[in-house]
């Protein structure tokens, strides 16, 4: 019966080229996940503009209530001018630019325009605000996360020379982390 052999060359090569091209997206996904972490948000580069509104618009005047007030105060029309509610407030726009109405931390009503800078767009991506064609990246970036750590323990021959520290380091690994988990619950 022949033993039966990894290729360590095409895992190698799997491993290589998924890494190249997921590079960019892993860039994006650490860049923002460690200054989201420093709470640095979506709209801390963001120009954001208020007007305190005297009254809402009626149900189904939305758009027209918005456009006249971003026309009337020489605010940027956003690209999209569909409304759309978010937390039950009208909205338009994308997450680079948009336009909503909103209730202030004091509870005055006004209309919002933001616009954000290339980290807010990317924290946002991170959040899967965006459209969906970032979320298809997010999702195969996810799967050939496993892919990079099975290729790697191919290419090692699953460490045959230290596999008893490797097995410490995991057991280690999965220790520490299991603890921060509970320890953050």
């Known amino acids: 019966m022949k033993k039966f052999k990894f290729d360590k060359q095409l895992w190698m090569k799997i491993h290589v080229y998924l890494s190249i091209f997921f590079f960019p997206a892993a860039f994006i996904y650490v860049l923002t996940g460690a200054l989201y972490i420093f ?13 305190t509104l005297d009254s ?10 918005i ?10 029309i956003p690209s999209d001018t569909q409304v759309r509610m978010m937390k ?3 909205t338009m726009g994308n997450i680079k630019y948009s336009a909503s109405i909103a209730k202030d931390r004091d509870g005055t009503n006004i209309l919002r325009t933001t616009d ?11 959040k899967a605000k965006g459209k ?7 999702v195969t970036f996810s799967i050939s996360m496993i ?12 460490c045959k020379k230290r596999r008893k520290s490797a097995l410490w380091t995991f ?15």
Do not use: W
Not at 56 to 65: A, I, N, R, T, V
Not at 67 to 76: D, I
Not at 116 to 126: N, Q, W
């Open 56 to 65: 809402l618009p009626e149900k189904g005047q939305e758009q027209e209530f």
């Open 67 to 76: 456009l006249n007030l971003l026309a009337k105060h020489n605010l940027k």
């Open 116 to 126: 954000r800078g290339l980290y807010g767009i990317l924290l946002l991506m991170h």
């Open 132 to 138: 969906f064609y970032f979320d298809i990246i997010a």
């Open 88 to 90: 039950g407030m009208p």
């Open 39 to 51: 709470e640095v948000r979506e709209n801390a580069d963001a120009t954001i503009h208020t007007i």
């Open 171 to 185: 057991v280690a690994g999965l220790g520490i982390t299991a603890l921060a988990v509970y320890l953050s619950i």
């Open 147 to 158: 892919i990079f750590y099975l290729s790697g323990l191919i290419m090692t021959s699953f």
